[in-house]
């Protein structure tokens, strides 16, 4: 991850690095304090799912890739890093895959879920790190967060 900061006596932006984030999906709150992510942790099965994507054959590939991104969505914990300290906290939530960050005001995260062994739609969860996930939506058809009015 970097900052892109405008330096107040040059014309050009200032490239920097902010910090290392350990998986994929990364989201800045309102105020650009803190980052929200999907934490991957390493593991033997999804080594072995990744070798698998690596070694299959072009025509299976997609479907390997997309196994692969199902394993990881229901593995991965949603981390809150604040960037100026670098402390990371993890957000409470019980056999979910998630995907689809959005950080909205005082901490919230928003995301999409479903079960992970139930293949139900997904709907949308609130979490904190002072809160365990629950669902703000319910019923058929997927959802997906894309935007909190940040007030």
Known sequence: MVSLANRSNEAA???????????????????SATVAYLKITPSPELNAAAAVVGRAPAA?????????????A???????RDLAS???TAI???NLAKASLVMGPGGAVFFS??????????QIYR?????AASAITSGAG??????????
């Open 86 to 88: 670098g402390r990371e």
């Open 92 to 94: 409470a939530v019980e």
């Open 74 to 80: 229901a593995t991965s914990t949603i981390a809150l």
């Open 127 to 131: 979490a904190s790190d002072a809160r």
């Open 113 to 122: 879920g479903a079960e992970a062994a139930a293949g139900a739609p997904q």
């Open 13 to 31: 932006l200032a490239v920097r690095p902010v910090a290392d984030l350990a998986g994929y999906g990364a989201v800045f709150s309102p105020d």
């Open 142 to 151: 997927d959802k997906t967060p894309v935007l909190v009015n940040a007030s």
């Open 60 to 72: 299976e590939r997609a479907l390997r890739r997309a196994m692969l991104n199902n394993r990881l």
